[in-house]
């Protein structure tokens, strides 16, 4: 017989087999019921002890003997009826707690939230910067322009310049190595470097920062973490270089 309805009443593999075991026996020595459900002694008395808690079990003693005994199968919707009533009482003593948990939740800040990006996807990052900026107040962006990343940076939405200004949003840009050329809507500063070139080009934009590199096969990937806190400290440390510049 298929026992997962019995599971789902909280029974375990072996209280379901002790309980059908007795259905099919009527009442049983424990040694018979050992030797017929193929349990050791232990194993079956910790089965019993459940069936009884549960009410389904019970037992008598008959010439000395404990004799167990499967109760009425119709005693199963009680066990039903008592998990229902026990839920009811979880669920009204959770909800006397529910808003301190909440405040619990609430305390523990922002979560940052990071996004990985193929090279396939790179152009909804400068979509997303687009959208995010429209809806900010000061519709201004920063940026870190790195010399070796800004063909492939642009590649799938080389219109994003025209849309931006389009849109009235603003770019404070630093530009790394050599290039670049003012748009509108746009301030450029050029930062040079002795070491070598970095590989990576850096958006700050509203409550997110976009991280986009070359992978070994020079290929763009990029990274967006959505927190508050990393976008203002990127934020600052941009503005502070560029007060310099």
Same mark, same amino acid.
């Given at each position: 017989? *298929?026992?997962?309805?019995?599971?789902? +009443?909280?029974? %375990? *593999? !072996?209280?379901?087999?002790? /309980?059908?075991?007795?259905?099919?026996?009527?009442?049983? %020595?424990?040694? %018979?019921?050992?030797?017929?459900?193929? +349990?050791?002694?232990?194993?079956? /008395?910790?089965? +019993?002890k459940w069936l009884q808690e549960q009410e389904v079990? %019970?037992? /008598?003693?008959? &010439?000395?003997?404990?004799?167990?005994?499967a109760e009425d199968p119709e005693v199963l919707h009680t066990l039903i009826r008592r998990q229902e009533e026990e839920l009811s009482l979880v669920d009204r003593q959770l909800e006397k707690v529910i808003s301190e948990l909440q405040a619990v939740h609430d305390r523990g800040g922002e979560r940052p939230v990071a996004r990985y990006f193929s090279k396939k996807e790179i152009a909804k990052i +400068?979509? *997303?910067?687009?959208?995010?900026?429209?809806? *900010?107040? &000061?519709?201004? /962006?920063r940026i870190y322009s790195t010399e070796g990343l800004r063909e492939c940076l642009y590649r799938d939405f080389?219109?994003?310049? &025209?849309? !931006?200004?389009?849109?009235?949003i603003r770019v404070n840009v630093i530009a790394i190595g050599g290039g670049g050329e003012l748009r509108g809507l746009d301030e450029r500063k050029w930062l040079s470097l002795k070491d070598t070139m970095p590989s990576t080009s850096i958006l700050i934009y509203p409550g997110k920062t976009a991280y986009i590199s070359l992978d070994a096969k020079q290929e763009p990937v990029g990274v967006v973490i959505e927190n508050e806190g990393v976008s203002q400290t990127q934020k600052n440390i941009f503005d502070s270089l560029w007060m310099c510049l």
């Open positions: 017989m *298929d026992i997962s309805i019995f599971k789902k +009443l909280g029974f %375990s *593999d !072996r209280s379901a087999k002790v /309980y059908l075991a007795l259905l099919q026996l009527g009442p049983s %020595s424990v040694r %018979s019921l050992a030797l017929f459900c193929g +349990l050791n002694r232990g194993t079956l /008395y910790e089965a +019993l079990v %019970s037992f /008598y003693k008959k &010439d000395s003997k404990q004799l167990f005994v +400068l979509e *997303d910067v687009l959208e995010t900026c429209e809806k *900010d107040e &000061d519709r201004l /962006y080389s219109t994003f310049s &025209d849309v !931006r200004i389009a849109k009235n």
